[in-house]
């Protein structure tokens, strides 16, 4: 990643709802100093770019906003790719794999034509399947090469609890691990409000917590998506956020902990899959795997997960 200690840019492939969702919470949130918008549709983009533009003299700082080409991307610190097909009402995430990998192939190779050397950031469904797509064309270490996971599970997650127990969701700790759809799993050995297990406090308000809630509550993570299609045929501000939260932590060196997908290599007995885990991000992309002692449920439940995605790519795409 360059650090010439003037700009911190972003290129945003893709200028679908996601793409733009980001975008618009970049701008609002001055998170980096200039953004490339790349799109097939080279007038929607400008468009866009235009549109966001327009709303410099209300923002919190300045920023250069740009339609461009892949050789944009050239000195980017991050190419953030939003592009590809959108999920279907009833569809899962995994379903959409031939759909998109096409899509990928004509991204990814012009991106490392232009020279970029930074890192790769993917949104794109099904996102944990398309990370190791990235990874497995560009040829990238690992630690460049990061999917948005189960970091908007997570935050989902945090939300629901966050109202089950009338807490504040940024003090609650809990992570959602594995795929980014319908095998995801919740070490609920590992979940915090403030610094109390959920489980203490489970038991010690039974007449008021209890465990077949905390079974709904995942259940409704898992499938909060599909409801918001079936609502309004796309989710994108929570993925949008979700996106900027992960940059803010790369280009500001923070050594945050967000469960982005990344590459394990032995990490809970689980090699080359790339997955949602709790991971140290910074100024280099993953520096770090988060190993959470889970229970034997637990692990099974997150080898399954990753398992079936290592099915999916093996069947779809490492022969190909």
């Known amino acids: 990643m360059k650090d010439n200690g003037f700009t911190k840019k972003i290129a945003i492939v893709g200028t679908g709802f996601v793409g733009m969702s980001f975008a618009y919470a970049l701008l609002c949130d001055g998170a980096c100093d200039e953004m490339v918008l790349i799109d097939v549709n080279k007038e929607k983009a400008l468009g866009e770019a235009m549109d966001l533009n327009h709303g410099l003299a ?22 953030v790719i939003c592009a590809g097909v959108s999920q279907k009402p009833g569809e899962d995430r995994i379903s959409l794999l031939q759909r998109n990998r096409a899509v990928f192939e004509s991204i990814v190779a ?28 560009s040829g990238f270490p690992s630690r460049k090469v990061i999917g948005s996971g189960t970091t908007l ?62 079974t709904e509550i995942s259940e409704n993570v898992t499938k909060a998506a ?62 770090g795997i988060m190993t959470l002692q889970l229970e034997d449920e637990e692990l099974a439940k997150f080898q399954a997960s990753c398992n079936l995605l290592d099915k999916v790519w093996k069947d779809s795409f490492a022969e190909k």
């Open 153 to 214: 599970d997570t935050a989902r997650l945090r939300y629901l609890l966050g109202e089950y127990f009338s807490v504040d969701p940024k003090n609650v700790h809990a992570y959602v691990m594995g795929e980014h759809g319908d095998s995801e799993m919740t070490p609920w050995s590992q979940a915090l409000v403030g610094t109390m297990p959920i489980r203490e406090i489970l038991a010690g308000q039974p007449e008021k917590y209890s465990e077949s809630a905390l």
């Open 58 to 79: 209300f923002a919190k700082n300045n920023m250069k906003i740009t339609a461009g080409e892949y050789s944009d991307c050239a000195d980017a610190d991050i190419v």
């Open 110 to 137: 012009p991106v490392l034509e232009s020279g970029f050397d930074g890192i790769f950031l993917v949104a794109t469904n099904p996102v944990d399947i398309m990370t190791r797509v990235v990874h497995h064309i």
């Open 226 to 287: 599909y409801k918001i299609i079936q609502a309004k045929r796309a989710t994108y501000y929570g993925i949008g956020l979700a996106l900027v939260r992960i940059v803010k932590a790369i280009l500001g060196g923070e050594n945050s902990i967000l469960t982005v997908s990344t590459k394990l290599h032995g990490e809970y007995g689980i090699q080359d899959v790339f997955a949602g885990v709790p991971c140290v991000l910074g100024r280099d992309g993953v520096s």
